[in-house]
């Protein structure tokens, strides 16, 4: 079975702009504020792409930019700014950011109630205490899709490739949570494909073209594919995943495709978040 990420992130916008029609005219709609720093080309079409999904589903979206030549003591006065603004319910903060500027410094200033990509460090302990927290997108995105085809994960053998602070280790931390018995491996793990063998989830996060293949995974495996990889093949361009997604999908009991599959889920998630800050905050009041 093909997991269709665009639909289904396609179906969560739709609930979440239901929602934000409850929201009575007299108040406030969640705002969301997106800091891109630069010209990176990648970014700026991820950016676009949030601000307009947002805008669509009834989110006030707004972008600041920033030449790359911007301090990092004027970025953390902007972010300030932004966390004193009763109308932005999230901030986020686009990164890369340019070599001269920390990034752990300028995310450890945005307001955790409004930390939508969920890596400020009040967050992440959350995350990993149980308690409720702001999740980063794309690992949250993944479990969603993981919840389509899975009704129970009590005791399921899950399998992470990959340890990066935004994917692998929340998704982690999402997997214990549902009970699976989880294992998270990285470059220097021995006998990656032993590991994988076994099991029942597989979430691959490494940016590997084509790394997992056919005689990695069992028959009855879920596998989720986060890696988007540029290649060119045959004399085309292509977007690929971490895994060797023709070679893999028929054997499988499910798989995302690259791209179509936790892509699309990432926005539709950063979107939920800036709903769900946006409650909170309200609830707070
Ligand atoms: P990252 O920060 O570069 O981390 C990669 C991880 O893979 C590291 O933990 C690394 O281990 C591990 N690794 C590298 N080579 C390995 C190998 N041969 N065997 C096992 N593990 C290996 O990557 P990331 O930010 O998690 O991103 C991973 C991929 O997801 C990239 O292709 C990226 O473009 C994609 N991505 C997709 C989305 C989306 O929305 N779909 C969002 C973000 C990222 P060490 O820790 O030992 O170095």
Sequence with gaps: MIIDGKKIAENLRETLKKQIEQIPSNQPKPGLTVILIGEDPASQIYVRNKEKFANEIGINSKVLRFDSSITEEALTKEIHKLNQDREVHGILVQLPLPKHINSKNIINQIEPSKDVDGFHPINVGNLSSGNDALVPCTPYGCYLLLK?????????????IGRSNINGKPMTQ??????CTVTITHSKTKNLKNICQGADI????VGIAKLVKQDWVKSDCVVIDVGINRIEEN?????????????????VKAITPVPGGVGPMTI???LQNTLKAYQKINSQK
């Design 148 to 160: 389509e085809v899975i009704s129970d994960f009590n005791g399921l053998n899950a399998v992470v």
């Design 174 to 179: 999402l997997l214990l949570k549902e009970n």
């Design 202 to 205: 597989l979430v691959a996060s």
């Design 235 to 251: 004399g085309s361009k292509k977007l690929v995943g971490d895994v060797d997604f023709e070679n893999v999908k028929d054997k």
């Design 268 to 270: 539709s998630c950063l």
